[in-house]
């Protein structure tokens, strides 16, 4: 009896032996952590901003019958603001901007001299984001202020109000900040101007503006 007790308690030890030794070579090896995707950049939301560039500026001109026709390029800076809205990919905003303006044209033969100094429009945006890359084309109202000077008859400022039309890409370094480039063609229309009480002259205008700027989200 004694025996068969010894050899049962025997068994029971070594096979509680080999299991423990078993779960000992068991190493413990953590679940891998999965790192979340960044989310997406999303433009909705009120921005404002800078920009620079130049305006290739042209005027076709009628001094009392002598018609002439010239361009020339100058700098434009200014700033601008505006609200996004994001539908999927689909961006849809509004836009306002203002910018002064170097661009000047000459005419010798009448000494005759005009400066386009200030250039704005207001525009709606369309455009598909590529998550933080936003490409879009834009459209609207454009306006400028322009002043003819001349040798001897004295000068004269006018609004000039027309339309506008452009694309352009945007770029998110961050959550707040983006980058642009631009390019915009915008048809001032025609004003006359007058010179010593008589309608003297009238300037039809047109500039092409390329510019690059920084806006900050809110």
Do not use: M, R
């Given at each position: 009896m004694n025996i068969r007790l010894f050899a049962l308690a025997s068994a029971s030890v070594l096979a509680l032996g080999v299991v423990g030794a078993q779960a000992a070579d068991l190493t413990y090896e953590p679940a891998p952590v999965v790192e979340a995707a960044p989310a997406a950049f999303n433009w909705t939301g009120f921005y404002l901003g800078v920009h620079a560039g130049a305006a290739l500026?042209?005027?076709d001109y009628n001094y009392g019958g002598y018609q002439?026709?010239?361009?020339?390029t100058g700098f434009i800076g200014g700033v601008q603001a505006g609200y996004n809205w994001q539908f999927d990919n689909i961006v849809?905003?509004?836009q306002t901007d203002f910018a002064y303006t170097s661009a000047k044209i000459s005419d010798d033969f009448v000494g005759a001299?005009?400066?386009l100094n200030?250039?704005?429009?207001?525009t709606a945006r369309v455009g598909y984001a590529f998550d933080n890359l936003l490409v879009y084309?834009?459209?609207?109202?454009?306006y400028g202020q322009s002043k003819i000077e001349t040798v001897g008859f004295g000068d004269d400022s006018q609004w000039h109000v027309g339309w506008t039309a452009g694309v352009g890409a945007e770029y998110a370094f961050t959550q707040n900040i983006t980058g642009l480039l631009e390019y915009n063609y915008v048809d001032l229309g025609s004003q006359d101007y007058s010179f010593a009480g008589n309608n003297a002259a009238s300037a039809d205008l047109t500039t092409n503006v390329i510019k690059a700027g920084l806006n900050y989200k809110f």
């Open positions: 500026f042209d005027g002439p026709s010239d361009d020339n849809i905003g509004a001299e005009n400066k200030w250039l704005g429009s207001t084309g834009k459209g609207g109202v454009a």
